[in-house]
């Protein structure tokens, strides 16, 4: 069991910091070091809003600071030495002679900061026929000893529109269209001089998959598989030249294969470890290693020696705590981690390898102190029928772990997983006295093929008894008192947090939805909708999980919160954000109608030009208000006074 605590006999008070202390955006967001390592920018958070810093390394000098206007800051990274590049999206409906969607969408855009200039310049401005909207990252290639960056987005063709990929200079901002996809077109890989040496074509209504490669000017089939849902994906240039990486789940785990594009040869898999994610290579993106996400823990391995060296070398100098690699210069010289753990709470240090210092550039939550966080373990109980359920417990800081009041905090997904390292919603639960349960019910990721299948067919069944299987389990041990036990949950655990107080009842005293889904049939309806028809691997993947049989099975009502609004015995909330494009904020509506018609009363939270992710710290602060000030009254915890704050020293195991 994973454990990081600190106690020792000594007792003190201190209040906890205030709620918005966990609730504003990270003080250091996404960041990025130049390629030299001589320069660091990051998307910087605050309680007003965020900005992008560009710093000198050796001396902290201010060169940018630069604040979000009306759009939200999602990514950044440096083209080359003087220029980075940052991701930002927008809530907005796209009403143009070439473009034209229905409803409301998160669309993503580029803005290029020029240091040589000092000027902001927006990317893929004013082309033919296309759209300045992207649908992934941009990556790097170096031409002729020219850094460009390649990105796929859309252009249309008559009544079509097309996955694009477009090639832009840094230097000039001007962008041309390097290629142009057929109908089912997803993914490409490049190569070293910017062109695609593969492609991904995909049939939503057959669920034909197929592998094209280039040869001779044309392009050529190299593999298909028929897969409806899970389909197989392309993950990379390979790690020697003329292989790129596929991922495909026909053996029933998801496994990563390397592909000889000059005769379609397969390697054997290349093990688990490519499950989780790869590291890849800042120019020409060929994996360097790869990082695989445990309960508890994050392990890299990468495939240079000397990079595997150096990385257990930073490891070994956090001991106890929890690093992740953030990013690292071309040479290696200068190093970003993120920690986590007591001694460095949820801290960005950088590592300068040639000065041989480890610095700590700001603490991500510069409010909340090491003394502030919550425990967090690790643990696996049993469900009712002896299924294995891995979850994290955030316990509030110093007090007894007996008898609390808890938090159970389903996640969304549902085929997700919760991430070991800071949880700002958990720690923040913990703050106000909460224990904080954070099930991985069986359907979640991360876990195996096998864990997660275990949920097809279990939305509201299941999936939710496991969550409900974790609070009795910590009862059992006296940890938790039962009598105090609340469920919240956004998205996916919205939804659960509903089904808690109507599918299953007499085991939580309250309920929060945040972002929730209420009606499982106006939800497919909904996905059939914006797809065009029910022939689609979106709506098909959500029957399975549902075990619907189409998108009019009334079977799942039974599952269906809004429909079970009646059976409510217990104080009810719901949050939404108003610009939602996920989870359309009528799916809280439908369940706050319902909760009316049956006579019941609930407490509906409004946040409005709030998206699915609670991006905007004014309205996450919102969210976190209104969400303790509830608990609070229908669940209080201890009071504050009749707590003994340990203080900390060093960790134990």
């Known amino acids: 069991m994973f454990v990081w605590l600190a106690v020792n006999g000594a007792v003190a008070t201190a209040a906890a910091p205030p709620i918005d202390a966990f609730g504003q955006l990270p003080t250091i967001g996404d960041i990025s070091v130049s390629p030299d390592g001589k320069r660091w920018a990051a998307i910087v958070g605050a309680a007003s809003g965020s900005e992008v810093q560009i710093r000198e390394l050796a001396t902290n000098k201010l060169l940018l600071a630069s604040p979000a206007r009306d759009y939200k800051m999602r990514a950044l990274q440096w083209a080359d030495n003087d220029r980075i590049v940052l991701t930002i999206s927008q809530t907005t409906k796209i009403r143009s002679e070439d473009f034209m969607f229905a409803s409301r969408n998160e669309l993503f855009l580029m803005l290029m900061y020029d240091l040589s200039t000092g000027s902001w310049r927006r990317l893929m401005e004013n082309i033919k026929l296309a759209g300045n909207f992207i649908a992934g990252a941009p990556s790097i290639r170096v031409i002729d000893g020219r850094p460009q960056l390649i990105v796929q987005g859309w252009s249309t063709t008559g009544s079509t529109m097309n996955a694009t990929l477009f090639r832009i200079d840094p230097a000039t901002g001007r962008t041309t269209v390097a290629e142009v996809g057929v109908p089912g077109t997803g993914d490409w890989i490049i190569g070293d001089d910017g062109k695609s040496v593969a492609r991904a074509d995909y049939d939503r209504v057959t669920g034909v998959w197929r592998l094209m490669v280039r040869r001779d000017g044309f392009w050529k089939e190299l593999y298909r598989e028929t897969a409806t849902i899970d389909t197989p994906y392309l993950a990379g240039a390979g790690r020697t030249p003329g292989t790129i990486l596929l991922g495909t789940s026909k053996s029933g785990e998801y496994e990563v294969h390397e592909v000889a594009l000059a005769d379609g040869g397969w390697s054997q898999p290349l093990g688990r470890a490519f499950g989780d994610g790869l590291v890849r290579d800042r120019v020409g993106q060929q994996p360097i290693g790869v990082v695989d996400e445990g309960l508890g823990q994050v392990s890299y391995e990468f495939f240079n020696p000397d990079d595997q060296k150096l990385w257990r070398s930073i490891s070994r100098s956090f001991k106890d705590e929890l690093v992740q690699l953030v990013d690292w210069s071309s040479d290696r010289s200068i190093v970003v981690v993120e920690v986590f753990g007591p001694t460095s709470g949820d801290a960005i240090y950088v590592i300068d390898r040639k000065a041989k210092t480890a ?44 008898q609390l009041p808890l938090i159970a905090l389903p996640h969304g997904g549902p085929a997700s997983h919760d991430s070991p390292g800071f949880d700002w919603w958990a720690q923040a639960l913990a703050s106000r006295g909460y224990a904080v349960l954070q099930p991985q019910f069986r359907g979640s990721t991360g876990y195996g093929a096998s864990f997660r299948a275990a949920g097809f067919g279990q939305w509201g069944r299941k999936m939710q008894s496991d969550v409900s299987d974790g609070v009795r389990h910590l009862a059992g041990l006296g940890t938790i008192d039962p009598k105090r036990v609340c469920i919240v949950g956004a998205s996916y655990g919205g939804y659960a947090a509903l089904a808690g107080v109507t599918v299953e009842q007499n085991v939580y005293r309250c309920a929060s939805s945040i972002a929730g889904v209420s009606d499982l049939r106006r939800m497919l309806k909904r996905e059939t909708s914006d797809a065009g028809n029910s022939r689609n691997p979106t709506v098909r993947y959500w029957q399975r999980f549902m075990g619907a049989r189409s998108v009019d099975d009334a079977s799942i009502d039974a599952w269906s919160p809004a429909r079970l609004a009646g059976k409510v015995d217990v104080p009810l909330q719901l949050i939404h954000g108003k610009d939602d494009t996920v989870v359309p904020m009528e799916q809280s509506n439908f369940m706050a109608s319902a909760m009316k018609a049956a006579g019941k009363p609930v407490d509906m939270v409004v946040l409005p030009s709030e998206d699915h992710w609670l991006s905007r710290p004014a309205t996450r602060i919102a969210m976190l208000d209104a969400l303790t000030a509830f608990l609070e009254k229908h669940n209080p915890p201890d009071p504050a006074a009749a707590v003994a704050v340990l203080e900390p020293t060093s960790p134990v195991k």
């Open 359 to 402: 610095g700590l550039l700001s603490q991500r939550y510069a409010r909340v102190e090491p003394r502030d966080f919550g425990t967090v373990q690790t643990l696996t109980y049993k469900a009712a029928d002896g299924t294995a359920i891995p979850a994290y417990l955030t316990l509030p800081p110093g007090r007894t772990p007996r």
